[in-house]
């Protein structure tokens, strides 16, 4: 590592079977004053990696939201990038980073513009990172409401959690949807750049929120929505702004996507328990957490197929 505090930590929790163009592009960022972590489990071959900037952690037991946590806790910088290790970062993400944080000191969250793509296509993945935008050339539609809208920093809201319970979409789930996860404000925490101090200072109460007597129970998925609403909710002032989302003009992320059928089935109502039994005073969190605990059936059903499909495989 740098002998200087890092501005920017970008962490990424890794099983170690990325791809070899993977780490090239991630260690072709710009910049002394980068860390990056790789958080592995226990019992995966780690390979040597000779960039000094890079930082690698073993998790004290397997499962994306301890390997995560961990990776999070020894994160230096000024600034905090959660990463997966089949997402693409433009090089010179730190220059946009020191850019706008200057210019918004007080800011929570730099949302980059993000562009999912297919994981088989390659050439797209692949393709040359076009020119950053000018973070001083842009203002917010407030400002200069004669502005292309594709051409501004728009304004982050934070999550509005005080409003009312959905009494109709918890009782009858299949007659009534949520609506109020509609809306310009964010929820998950990964592929953004968020203030560091502030990451800090709440993953203490997250390790506190998976205490239940003398029991701990860490649910193995669904961090990045855990973190990004609980950072939201501990730090809660109504309607205030907390960042802005960068124009849809030349993507600083490219994230890797696949078709829902090829994932594994994720239980996003264990994570969201945390935050119901941290926050229940806020009706946004009720309506997150009963919304996914109706799906969990659906988990466990993805769950027993993909089961069934491996043994057919195998024999």
């Keep these: 590592m740098c002998k200087e505090k890092p501005i920017l930590s970008i962490v990424t929790p890794t099983r170690g079977n990325f791809s070899d163009y ?9 910049g002394d004053r980068i860390q990056f972590i790789l958080s592995y489990y226990p019992g995966v071959p780690i390979p040597p990696i000779d960039d000094p900037r890079v930082q690698t952690i073993v998790s004290p037991y397997k499962g994306e939201m301890m390997q995560r946590l961990v990776g999070l806790l020894n994160a230096t ?27 918004f000191p007080d800011s929570w969250v730099m949302r980059p513009c993000i562009v ?15 020119e950053l935008p000018d973070i ?12 292309p809208q594709d051409k501004v920093l728009k ?22 949807s949520r609506t109020d996860d509609k809306g310009p404000h964010i929820e998950n925490f990964n592929n953004k750049v968020w203030q560091n101090s502030r990451v800090q200072a709440i ?8 205490q239940f007597g003398i029991l701990t129970w860490i649910p193995r ?77 659906r988990a466990f059903a993805k769950l027993a197929k993909n089961k069934i499909k491996r043994k057919k495989i195998r024999y």
């Excluded at 907390?242 to 089935?265: C, M, N, S, V």
């Design 221 to 297: 998925s669904a961090f990045d929505r855990l973190v990004g609403v609980f950072l939201q909710a501990y730090y809660y002032q109504p309607d205030i702004q907390i960042g802005h989302r960068l124009p849809e003009e030349t993507e600083q992320i490219r994230f890797a996507d696949k078709d829902p059928t090829l994932k594994p089935p994720r239980f996003h109502a264990a994570s969201d328990f945390l935050l119901f039994k941290t926050f229940p005073q806020y009706g946004y969190i009720w309506n997150l957490f009963f919304a996914k605990l109706y799906g969990v059936p």
């Design 136 to 147: 001083d050339a842009l203002t917010s539609p407030q400002i200069d409401p004669s502005k």
């Design 77 to 103: 910088g000024e600034y905090i990038l959660a990463l997966d290790d089949d997402d693409f970062i433009h090089p010179e993400i730190l220059k946009l980073t020191v850019q706008y944080f200057q210019k």
């Design 116 to 130: 999912k793509i297919d994981y088989q296509n390659q050439a797209e993945l692949r393709k040359a990172w076009g």
């Design 22 to 30: 993977w780490l090239e592009q991630l260690l072709n960022v710009k």
């Design 155 to 176: 304004e982050v809201p934070i999550i509005p959690l005080n409003i009312s319970i959905n009494w109709g979409s918890i009782i009858f789930p299949y007659l009534f």
């Design 203 to 210: 993953l203490p109460q997250i390790a506190e929120s998976t």
